[in-house]
């Protein structure tokens, strides 16, 4: 379906001069939606273009870039990632040529004064802000996934992109299918004007559903059947789930001796004697059936990796042994620049063996050059299996003949969550190539848990709403300012996607309201008007539930205020009485915690278990009951560690003492007291007929709050992100990044501020302003700055010291810094900004100080910290980027060159080496 709110209908034929020419260079004819969209781009209007992934949006894109190139002008082409990036540079120089095209990705510049510059939108909304000579020129600007602005953390980018860029640049927005694409085309259209919305949902490459009962394959669907066939339960919106499959799963069930079981997606298995068919087998009956090549998600690292292990040690082979020597060069060529020293840490022999097989794992943990090597030979045919996570979905080009799940749950970075239709619709949508197979095929594992019907419901939805995750931070609130003023960037603020989605919700707010009115006014006239003596002592007596509510909850208040305050002063060695919860008794504080809003000092019990402790476990404050002497490093992440310190605590001998019983509170409260006197002395409180009355006052002061709390979120919905601007501007002000006054402007602090495009931005800032960071060595600067970036993948508090006198003064500096700022965010309404994470510290510095890639991982290792090679690079390009940053907005010209020289001294081997250069 294509819809055309700007644009004459679609004639049959080919339009407009340039895209009849770039059509006739193509191999292969248009589509419909692809004629469309490129058509719109050459009448001069901007274009959102919404289709399914492997439908060949792309093509639009590069009919900007070719518009550009026809005419004269510059066009940039924006993606999320840098893989992405690398990608399509490598992609645009093959067509156009290398003079013609330029990358600039935050770590890589190349040939940046090209007329077409493919670059992360990172860059392009850094350059917008330092109003770069580069948008000179520019016409049109492709922005690639642009669907990702829901990302909550990277998503706001976006935003920013499309509201500063100058008003006749032509965007060609090009994103994966969204249920609410017209009302972004809507958004597009109030802030850039004229913008066509085009929208496709039929693949190019049908796809088929499957399950995978055993070693068999069944048809998810019944393409025959009536859904008044089935019982209810098995259908699914009028699509009905195939009755062989369904009896497929009722005998295995039976096989298996199943009990109830309960969950979706694999959860909680209810089979005592379920055994998944092993990963070489399942390969194998794809391959028997001709549904390789495969992409199988699995959504973790380690599962990938032991994937690729199984197939190993199961004898798999996939290849043949001239493409087996074929694999083999292609892989000399893609390592020849890697260390040979770092070859075993990086599990190389057993990776090649693999890739010779036709067999491979695909994650982020991986080596870029590993990752790299894995797509080309996919790409090409002669790698057969992979074993990816999810984030090979993200817009990477590896189509498969078959997608399969061995799951339908993955850890979302705080919980283990059921898939979304939208999740499972970018997953599977790898599958089908097109020019190659005439249909592509999603394949899930059947195990208990795992209902036909669930899957059913995830395949045959076709809701994904794009949701925007637009909020100011420190940076944008000062480049915003220093650009046009206060007004006017909370005139932008307003004009955000974000704001133009709260504005809707507000629209079905007011309407609520005003039913509720209608509601209430009845209900008024019911009770007598509403100046009736009967409505006055009903909202007495709801004044008083309120009154004595509000006293309860202010005495839960005070309480957990005395047990934060109780848990604040605790140090490591402490020994606490824990009066509640499933691990009262006693315990030993291991790691404080001087969160001052939430406090969780980590504990040992005497049964060996270790965890957080909150205020939640402690209705009274909490009892010091002693003292016991730790170990110098201690280390309750270990079996042994926490054995050691539960025998210590044992030895003690103490016990705990009786949880103290709460009496209630003799203190009156005086307002409760006199409401309780006006209530009997009422005219209306021996009414006979009070009963009926007071439930008909219920309902009206229940639906009174309700109308109340919208009209609340309504008058908040309006301005929220204009209250958050504010009070940002508050917290510069007052931190001096901006001056006083109605109308600010940005200080010398604020404009090294709006140079910083860390997560961390304004410690980052607040570092260098008051010379933490000084004075340190480029391999201690490289150690302390890594603290405000990296981000470890666990939870657990590990105590890491600074490898040097220098830099532990400056991390305990930097962590300082950090709290009195969160503090302040605190006190101001703000999200705090994350804390420093010491996990990388060690890797750094080894690295930076010319340690070997082995050096740097077991570094990290013995900090606690385990790291993969990918990872240990990724963070390397992010340290580096951050570095950067230093060096070029510190005002402390020493700094800058020890930033400069860390960043050389990072920049090397491994962390280097570009797997798409060649």
């Not at 020129?137 to 669907?147: F, I, P």
């Not at 005395?562 to 604040?568: D, F, K, N």
């Not at 508090?797 to 302040?824: H, K, Q």
Request: hydrophobic share 40%; proline share 5%.
């Amino acid at each position: 379906m294509s819809e055309h709110p700007h644009v004459e209908p679609a004639v049959p034929q080919m339009s407009g001069p340039r895209l009849t020419d770039f059509a006739a260079a193509l191999a292969f004819p248009l589509d419909p939606f692809q004629q469309d969209a490129c058509r719109a781009l050459e009448d001069g209007h901007s274009v959102l273009v919404c289709a399914p992934t492997g439908a060949g949006k792309t093509v639009v894109g590069e009919f900007a870039v070719y518009l550009a190139l026809q005419a004269g002008t510059k066009c940039f082409y924006t993606t999320p990632i840098k893989a992405l990036s690398n990608q399509k540079y490598a992609d645009l120089c093959a067509r156009h040529g290398k003079a013609a095209v330029g990358l600039l990705t935050g770590d890589q510049s190349i040939n940046a004064d090209a007329p077409v510059v493919v670059m992360t939108t990172e860059v392009l909304r850094n350059m917008i802000y330092a109003s770069s000579s580069s948008l000179i020129g520019l016409t049109h600007v492709v922005m690639d996934e642009v669907h990702f602005l829901a990302d909550r953390f990277r998503g706001a980018v976006w935003e920013e992109v499309i509201l500063h860029l100058p008003e006749d640049v032509r965007l060609a927005s090009l994103s994966a299918t969204v249920s609410n694409a017209e009302e972004f085309g809507e958004w597009m259209t109030t802030v850039r004007g004229d913008t066509t919305v085009v929208v496709d949902e039929v693949r190019p490459i049908p796809l088929h559903q499957h399950m995978m009962v055993g070693p068999r394959i069944y048809d998810l669907f019944d393409t025959t059947a009536e859904p008044a066939d089935l019982p209810r339960r098995e259908r699914r919106r009028g699509i009905v789930v195939n009755p062989e499959l369904l009896a497929a799963v009722r005998r295995r069930l039976t096989a298996d001796g199943a009990d109830r079981w309960q969950g979706r997606g694999g959860r909680g298995f209810g089979s005592r004697n379920f055994r998944p068919l092993p990963r070489p087998d399942v390969i194998t009956r794809l391959d028997r059936d001709g549904l390789l090549p495969a992409i199988t998600f699995v959504f973790s690292r380690a599962g990938c990796d032991a994937a690729v292990l199984q197939c190993l040690r199961s004898g798999l082979h996939l290849t043949t042994e001239q493409e087996a020597a074929e694999i083999g060069r292609i892989v000399d060529e893609h390592t020849r620049e890697l260390p040979r020293a770092d070859l075993e840490v990086l599990g190389y022999s057993t990776w090649r063996t693999a890739l010779e097989r036709g067999i491979a794992a695909h994650h982020a943990g991986m080596l870029p050059a590993f990752r790299h090597t894995v797509e080309e030979l996919f790409v090409r045919g002669l790698v057969r299996a992979v074993f990816a996570t999810e984030t090979l979905a993200l817009g990477i080009n590896m189509p498969a003949r078959s997608v399969v799940l061995e799951k339908l749950v993955k850890y979302n970075g705080e919980t283990h969550a059921e898939l979304t239709p939208g999740e499972y619709t970018q997953l599977t949508g790898r599958a089908g190539r097109r020019g190659i197979d005439i249909e592509g095929h999603a394949v899930v594992l059947w195990q208990p848990g795992v209902e036909p019907a669930t899957v059913a419901g995830l395949a045959s939805t076709r809701t994904f709403p794009l949701r925007s995750s637009f909020r100011p931070s420190y940076n944008m609130a000062v480049n915003l300012i220093d650009a046009v003023g206060v007004e006017r960037s909370r005139a932008l603020l307003e004009m955000s996607f974000a704001q133009f989605q709260a504005d809707k919700s507000v629209v079905g707010l007011t309407r609520g309201i005003e039913r509720n009115e209608a509601t209430l006014a009845k209900l008024r006239d019911e009770l007598g008007g509403a100046d009736s003596e009967i409505l006055d002592y009903l909202t007495l007596r709801a004044d008083l539930t309120a009154a004595e509510r509000e006293h309860e909850r202010r005495g839960r208040q005070d309480r957990r205020q005395e047990a934060v305050a109780s848990l604040v002063v605790l140090r490591p060695g402490d020994i606490v009485a824990v009066p509640a919860g499933k691990h009262s008794g006693l315990a030993v504080v291991v790691t404080a915690d001087q969160d001052a809003v939430d406090p969780r000092p980590q504990v040992v019990t005497p049964d060996g278990w270790s965890g957080r402790l909150s205020a939640g476990d402690f209705p009274a404050p909490a009892q010091l009951l002693g003292r016991l002497r730790l170990p110098r490093h201690v280390d309750h992440r270990t079996g042994r560690g926490r054995r050691d310190i539960a025998s210590a605590l044992r030895s003690k001998g103490l016990s705990a003492p009786r949880r103290p019983k709460r009496g209630k509170s003799k203190a009156h409260n005086r307002e409760i007291d006199g409401l309780r006197r006006r209530l009997r002395s009422h005219p209306a409180h021996d009414r006979p007929d009070l009963e009926s009355l007071t439930r008909l006052g219920e309902r009206y002061h229940r639906l009174l709050r309700e109308t109340q709390q919208q009209r609340r979120r309504a008058e908040a919905t309006t301005d929220s992100l204009a209250r958050t601007f504010e009070r940002i501007v508050a917290l510069l002000t007052e931190r001096g990044y901006l001056t006083g006054g109605d109308d600010p402007e940005t200080t010398d602090a604020g404009d090294r501020l709006a140079r910083v495009y860390a997560e961390a931005d304004l410690l980052v800032a607040e570092c260098l302003r008051h010379r933490i960071w000084a004075g340190l060595s480029p391999a201690e600067l490289a150690a302390v700055a890594s603290s405000v970036i990296y981000e470890s993948r666990t939870d657990d508090v590990i105590s890491v010291r600074g490898p040097t006198g220098p830099s532990r003064t400056a991390l305990a500096e930097t962590i300082r810094m950090c709290d009195t700022l969160r503090a302040d965010e605190v006190r101001h309404r703000l999200p705090p900004t994350r804390e420093p994470d010491l996990g990388f510290v060690t890797a750094a510095f080894t690295w930076a100080n010319s340690g070997s890639l082995t050096d740097a991982l077991i570094a990290a290792d013995t900090a606690g910290r385990e790291l993969s090679p990918g990872d240990f690079v990724r963070w390397c390009r992010q340290l580096i980027d951050l570095l950067d940053q230093v060096r070029t907005c510190t005002d402390d010209p020493e700094l800058a060159r020890t930033a400069g020289r860390a960043v050389g001294a990072i920049r090397r081997g491994v962390v280097a080496i570009d797997p798409t250069a060649e």
